[in-house]
């Protein structure tokens, strides 16, 4: 029996209808991932979903006693209380248990051993030890190191953390509760890679039904067994993971758009015919074919996503485009002490390389990135640029970008452009009509996102500096941006949590750990085992994959052992060979995909041609004709099906390289 049933709901936000006749169920131990654009109602399903909501019409069933754990994606206010005490405070029924038993016990201590106390005592601690009273703490402390709480943060009270550790709390809270349901809408927010993966395995073992909302493809391939996709305005379950959605979602789409092709072929033919006949001997039949045709149910054309176009040009630059001997990132402090965070040591990146830092929340990613634009000193040492390099910086927390301009304005304040100019560039990023003319303040995260992607555009930097670049994009913006910078000629350092990009883009990894980075070839999957086994005197490193890169990692002057950044070198030009090796492999396989759609297209359309002369009784007057046309008509179908099976084919070669 369903957990949980939408029955052809809809939702409203005024005037606008956000998504209409909205079916799905929600079995036990089913993980439901729930994808769609920005503004598609997928928080609004949520909602409802959870009751906090109701909808404008339509029915949501739930079991009887179904317990639904919510976790918004919007951070809370909380009071004075501990970390650990704020998180125990989720278990109310705990809590008020273990008062009824300290208030038993008293009456216990006074001498009260009435039978009426002895078994409502034993009923009460009954109930608080199956409901696992004695060992909640113990359990919030392992959800609360899982999500990234040392033992010391334990203590700290939450009126002082940060918005991005309220979020773990609230999510520290939300595993505590014994719920059968799950709700999660964007919960790896504000984690670090260490706490996604601890969340992603907690998922996938945990026996609760789950509904995710989420923009981490990597997180819904790895724990979704079921995907609902809200597309203009409607709703379309697939089975499976987010991978497999992408190719089921294709295949939906080109049915859908082979029948809507042939409906309109067939009211283009009937409009023809009523317009043709409605006067004279044949008007009965041209108004009844036009009664028919009026009550005809009319197939929807495909959606056509609004996807933004991304292209990220570069003049050319030294082979070189950074060099340190080393330096320390940190701050400055007003008294005129230093607080270091991150020692760098030496390190060369060639031009074409790809660089992804990562760490651990606050271990000094964004810092170690500001430091290399220039933005922050560094406290010791020094950095070069090659000649030639220009470089561009995209900040995630997009605070450049200035409140009271508007979103021409921002563009013409960076760079010479008419305002028609800056409109049509605008217009790439689905900024259309009199959006262009909202000022930055009142735009959403995503649009400001998309904001700054449309300035680093214009920048033409040949050294892109990336922090977080995928946070507040869906996940066709996301998958743009990683094909664009692809196909970028230049280099790119980059702070990510997105694994998804990381693996795609990276051809070196700097590991941020201990105050100081090791790099290793490749990106998080190659991650290796141990830094520490590192054999002392060098050693090289190469990854064999389509974004191979190379690495010789030595001892350098400082006495590191190897695993460090000591004079690292990367071979920019067997990057950028392998690089143009990958994108020619890409572009052949999306070649024979495209060369075998369309003969699919054309072989289908000659069936529906040929199945419309077989419909037609004069066709039989012409005995050979109708056999030639039978014969044909088996030899496409052949035909189809062998091109099915050569374009599944190429489709998982495509999706092998992409």
């Known amino acids: 029996m369903p957990l949980v049933t939408f029955d052809a709901v809809s939702a409203e936000y005024g005037a606008t209808t956000i998504f209409t006749d909205l079916s799905f169920t929600l079995e036990p131990g089913q993980r439901l991932g729930v994808v769609g654009p920005n503004g598609a109602g997928k928080s609004t399903m949520m909602r409802i979903l959870a009751g906090q909501l109701e909808p404008a019409s339509g029915r949501v069933d739930r079991q009887r006693r179904l317990r639904l754990g919510m976790l918004d994606q919007f951070d809370v206010d909380f009071g004075p209380q501990t970390v650990l005490e704020q998180t125990i405070s989720a278990r109310a029924d705990l809590i008020e248990l273990r008062h009824r038993l300290h208030a038993l016990e008293q009456r216990l201590g006074a001498g009260d051993h009435g039978e009426a106390v002895m078994h409502e005592y034993g009923e009460a601690q009954e109930q608080y030890d199956h409901g696992g009273g004695y060992t909640v703490e113990a359990r919030a402390r392992e959800v609360l190191g899982g999500l990234g709480f040392l033992d010391e943060a334990l203590e700290q009270p939450c009126s002082e953390l940060s918005g991005g550790q309220r979020r773990r709390v609230q999510l520290a809270q939300l595993l505590l509760v014994d719920s059968?349901?799950?709700?999660?809408?964007?919960?790896?927010?504000?984690?670090?890679?260490?706490?996604?993966?601890?969340?992603?395995?907690?998922?996938?073992?945990?026996?609760?039904?789950?509904?995710?909302?989420?923009?981490?493809?990597?997180?819904?391939?790895?724990?979704?067994?079921?995907?609902?996709?809200?597309?203009?305005?409607?709703?379309?379950?697939?089975?499976?993971?987010?991978?497999?959605?992408?190719?089921?979602?294709?295949?939906?789409?080109?049915?859908?758009?082979?029948?809507?092709?042939?409906?309109?072929?067939?009211?283009?033919?009937?409009?023809?015919?009523?317009?043709?006949?409605?006067?004279?001997?044949?008007?009965?039949?041209?108004?009844?074919?036009?009664?028919?045709?009026?009550?005809?149910?009319?197939?929807?054309?495909?959606?056509?996503?609004?996807?933004?176009?991304?292209?990220?040009?570069?003049?050319?630059?030294?082979?070189?485009?950074?060099?340190?001997?080393?330096?320390?990132?940190?701050?400055?402090?007003?008294?005129?002490?230093?607080?270091?965070?991150?020692?760098?040591?030496?390190?060369?990146?060639?031009?074409?390389?790809?660089?992804?830092?990562?760490?651990?929340?606050?271990?000094?990613?964004?810092?170690?990135?500001?430091?290399?634009?220039?933005?922050?000193?560094?406290?010791?040492?020094?950095?070069?640029?090659?000649?030639?390099?220009?470089?561009?910086?995209?900040?995630?927390?997009?605070?450049?970008?200035?409140?009271?301009?508007?979103?021409?304005?921002v563009l013409a304040a960076a760079h010479p452009l008419?305002?028609?100019?800056?409109?049509?560039?605008?217009?790439?990023?689905?900024?259309?009509?009199?959006?262009?003319?909202?000022?930055?303040?009142?735009?959403?995260?995503?649009?400001?996102?998309?904001?700054?992607?449309?300035?680093?555009?214009?920048?033409?930097?040949?050294?892109?500096?990336?922090?977080?670049?995928?946070?507040?994009?869906?996940?066709?913006?996301?998958?743009?941006?990683?094909?664009?910078?692809?196909?970028?000629?230049?280099?790119?350092?980059?702070?990510?949590?997105?694994?998804?990009?990381?693996?795609?883009?990276?051809?070196?990894?700097?590991?941020?750990?201990?105050?100081?980075?090791?790099?290793?070839?490749?990106?998080y999957r190659d991650r290796p085992v141990d830094f520490a086994a590192a054999p002392a005197g060098g050693m090289a490193l190469e990854r064999g994959s389509r974004m191979a890169a190379r690495l010789v990692v030595g001892a350098g002057s400082n006495g590191k052992t190897a695993g460090n950044l000591n004079d690292v070198r990367v071979d920019a030009a067997q990057v950028r060979a392998d690089a143009a090796a990958a994108r020619r492999e890409k572009a052949a396989a999306q070649k024979r995909v495209t060369a075998l759609e369309r003969e699919l297209d054309a072989a289908e359309t000659r069936i529906r041609e040929i199945e419309t002369r077989l419909a037609d009784p004069n066709l039989y007057k012409f005995p050979m004709e109708a056999e030639i046309l039978g014969r044909e008509h088996a030899g496409v179908h052949a035909r189809v099906r062998d091109l099915y099976s050569d374009w599944e084919a190429a489709t998982a070669e495509l999706e092998a390289l992409a």
């Open 180 to 409: 059968d349901v799950f709700l999660l809408d964007e919960p790896t927010n504000h984690l670090d890679l260490a706490s996604i993966e601890w969340l992603e395995d907690y998922l996938k073992a945990a026996p609760q039904a789950m509904v995710i909302v989420s923009h981490d493809r990597r997180l819904l391939d790895d724990v979704a067994d079921s995907i609902l996709e809200l597309e203009a305005g409607r709703g379309y379950t697939y089975p499976g993971s987010y991978s497999k959605f992408l190719k089921l979602r294709f295949e939906r789409r080109r049915e859908q758009l082979r029948q809507y092709q042939a409906q309109q072929d067939y009211i283009a033919h009937q409009e023809a015919f009523i317009q043709r006949y409605k006067a004279g001997q044949r008007a009965r039949e041209a108004r009844g074919r036009a009664t028919r045709l009026e009550r005809l149910e009319r197939v929807d054309a495909p959606t056509d996503d609004r996807a933004i176009r991304l292209q990220f040009g570069a003049p050319p630059s030294a082979a070189l485009a950074i060099r340190s001997r080393g330096f320390v990132a940190g701050f400055h402090n007003d008294d005129g002490s230093t607080f270091p965070l991150v020692e760098v040591p030496n390190f060369e990146i060639q031009s074409g390389a790809r660089v992804a830092i990562v760490g651990a929340n606050g271990s000094g990613k964004s810092t170690v990135l500001r430091t290399l634009t220039g933005e922050l000193e560094t406290l010791a040492g020094s950095i070069a640029y090659g000649s030639r390099v220009q470089s561009s910086y995209y900040d995630q927390h997009l605070g450049d970008l200035p409140p009271e301009r508007t979103l021409v304005e």
């Open 418 to 523: 008419s305002e028609e100019s800056a409109r049509n560039h605008l217009a790439r990023l689905l900024f259309r009509g009199d959006d262009v003319y909202k000022k930055v303040r009142q735009l959403s995260g995503g649009e400001r996102s998309r904001l700054s992607l449309a300035r680093l555009m214009l920048d033409q930097g040949n050294l892109l500096f990336l922090d977080e670049p995928t946070n507040h994009l869906d996940l066709p913006s996301q998958e743009v941006l990683q094909d664009a910078l692809l196909d970028f000629p230049g280099t790119i350092v980059f702070v990510s949590h997105d694994r998804e990009l990381i693996d795609t883009l990276a051809t070196q990894t700097w590991w941020l750990e201990g105050g100081t980075i090791h790099a290793a070839p490749g990106g």
